[in-house]
């Protein structure tokens, strides 16, 4: 089937399962307006961020092709950032967490497809393409940064969630929409808060996922780098704001050395940032990033492992010592002492894969109802049976055709009969299967002969726990899309006439078209019927200034009028300076 998205080098190597977070840039719908609040937020940030912002950000742009005059279309910026070994794709405002951390590890470039209205020109909570395009897409032209993001995207599409994550991520994504369309209700504003900041003061025991967010959110977001003095802004939440990219570098926010205690430092992403982070350099990134990724299950396994794959719900995979790799959703596990792992259990359909590769015969056809295995070694045999030569495995009773019974240190038995013996390409044994078999563990029945064939997973320890398949495809998808669209703004014909104004002036600066009589006409209209907007006089003023019409000291007049409004004061002086230089 036809991908419903432009595929490239990069983005052909997306699984499946990703495709369906991917929708098309509704170019057609961004206003005139728009296109001039992406010129003036463009404009302010390399105006000011040029002083402030990492070195590779200007250059970024540059590698990037992103216009400062209009809003970028996907398919210029892929053609552009191939050569960087990215790519983009556009989607609706936030994707669950999982997703967005593995189209990182491809290297897609998520970019929310909306565009940020007036009323949120310095800031926005919803995620959109001023953040993703003009904010993150710059930096990753940076090597050692890119290189961190995609690292990061691979870790972080293996953390663990809670089974309140997806909740939150719905409540997050919920306000987001809601604070950025402005017609919504402020009652529907206030419960969406009360619920995210309900669920902030009850999420309990942070999950990895939500610690590998905030490691994030404090470096791909609102990072600084270099030092607590004098530090320089690489994060995109910073570097798409031109309100907080000025109001972080303030003494009120403080500057703290970035660790990896960061991860459980909470953010709001309604409000301005108290604090940020300052790393010395990019690669000390990817030190802290190994340092977290050492403490989560996926390094770690053991019986920690299994049991945050338990309290997350969700589909999750473990790996033994011998490489072999359980998926599937852990709902039991039996504790040996010293907190080893003596009995694990699935329930309902289960995969078993080895480098990631589902084993032929061990799909959820074969293991629709569950999968359990006991860990360990044989009480009373030093040797693991994966360490078994065919000729110790015979000397200890276990090979084809015979009735055994194996004891566990643990205190799990397996008493049944041999069928065979699946192995791995270097011969090391993954899984031996038994018919007739029963499994116990001091007088509790895990498996008897009646359920069929008992596919018996072997190693002596968890080495590994995370989220998701082993094998991406062993898996219907199951993954969901938010039933909450982004809203789309319902415009009011006085609204549409504005934006043909914005059209026209838009028009006669590319075309240099520009006449003191259609500016005239221009401002009129501004003054009689859209009295409170300010943008377009500062766009027809520029054209005045440019072209030394009459008028010019007019308009000057009516934006030092519009400044009484203190909404309005810091963006028209901003603006001004801009027609200035």
């Known amino acids: ?24 840039q509704p170019y057609d719908e961004y206003t005139a307006q728009n296109q001039s609040v992406w010129r003036y937020v463009m404009r302010m940030n390399i105006a000011y961020l040029s002083k402030v912002a990492h070195k590779s950000y200007l250059t970024g742009l540059e ?32 994707i669950p967490p999982n997703a967005f951390m593995e189209f990182q590890a491809y290297n897609v470039l998520v970019i929310a497809s909306d565009m940020r209205t007036i009323n949120h020109i310095e800031y926005t909570p919803a995620p959109d393409i001023i953040h993703e395009a003009a904010g993150h897409a710059p930096i990753i032209s940076n090597p050692e940064y890119s290189e961190y ?20 991520y719905e409540a997050i994504r919920l306000l987001s929409i809601l604070k950025e369309d402005p017609n919504s209700l402020q009652n529907e504003i206030d419960d969406a808060q009360e619920k995210v900041e309900w669920l902030q003061n009850n999420m309990g025991e942070l999950s990895e996922m939500a610690q590998i967010r ?6 791909v977001e609102y990072g600084l780098i270099g030092t607590l003095e004098n530090p320089k802004i690489y994060g995109a939440g910073l570097l798409s704001s031109i309100g907080e990219s000025d109001w972080c570098m303030n003494k009120e926010v403080k500057k703290l050395s970035y660790s990896i205690e960061a991860a459980n430092l909470n953010f709001d ?23 977290f990724a050492n403490t989560m299950a996926l390094r770690t396994g053991g019986l920690k492992g299994i049991q945050k794959l338990m309290h997350s719900k969700n589909l999750g995979t473990i790996e033994l010592t011998t490489g072999i790799q359980i998926s599937g959703v852990f709902t039991k596990v039996i504790k040996h002492k010293n907190n080893k792992v003596a009995y694990f259990q699935t329930t309902g359909e289960t995969a078993l894969a080895n480098r990631d590769k589902e084993l032929i015969g061990h799909g959820i056809t074969s293991h629709p109802g569950g999968f359990g295995s006991p860990v360990g070694k044989l009480k009373g045999i030093n040797l693991p049976i994966e360490n078994m030569s065919p000729r ?37 044994i993954l899984i031996i299967s038994l018919d007739e078999c029963t499994v116990t563990y001091k007088g509790e029945i895990l498996f008897q002969p009646e359920w069929g064939i008992y596919d018996m997973a072997i190693g002596k320890e968890v080495i590994s726990a995370y989220a998701g398949a082993a094998d991406v495809d062993s898996f219907k998808d199951s993954s969901r899309v938010s039933e909450v669209k982004t809203h789309k703004i319902n415009y009011t014909e006085s609204e549409k006439e504005l934006y043909s104004l914005y059209d026209q002036v838009k028009k006669m600066r590319e075309t240099g078209s520009a006449s003191e009589e259609k500016i005239t006409e221009i401002f009129n209209q501004l003054k009689t019927n859209f009295s409170q907007d300010w943008l377009l006089n500062i766009e027809i003023y520029e054209l005045a200034l440019q072209n030394n019409y009459k008028l010019k000291s007019l308009i000057l007049e009516r934006l030092e009028e519009l400044k009484c409004n203190k909404s ?13 230089n």
């Open 214 to 219: 905030n490691l994030h959110w404090w470096t």
């Open 568 to 580: 309005y004061t810091k963006l028209i002086e901003n603006g001004l300076v801009l027609c200035k």
């Open 149 to 168: 993001l995609r690292r990061f995207g691979e870790i972080g599409s293996k953390a663990i969630s809670s089974s309140k994550d997806y909740e939150m």
């Open 392 to 428: 110790d495995l015979k000397a200890y009773g276990i090979y084809e055709g015979e009735v055994m019974t194996l004891e566990f240190e643990s205190g799990v038995i397996v008493k049944g009969k041999a069928i065979t013996g699946t192995r791995d390409l270097r011969g090391r």
């Open 269 to 291: 992403i309604t409000k301005p940032q108290p604090q940020l982070f300052v790393t010395p350099d990019f690669a000390y990134l990817s030190l802290v990033l190994n340092e």
């Open 63 to 94: 590698k990037t092709g992103i216009s400062i005059e209009n809003i970028p279309r996907m398919e210029g910026m892929n053609r552009i950032l191939k050569g960087i070994g990215w790519s983009a794709v556009s989607v609706d405002g936030f």
């Open 1 to 24: 089937m036809k991908a419903h998205f432009e595929m490239n080098e990069v983005t052909k190597k997306l699984p499946k399962h990703l495709h369906k977070f991917v929708v098309k």
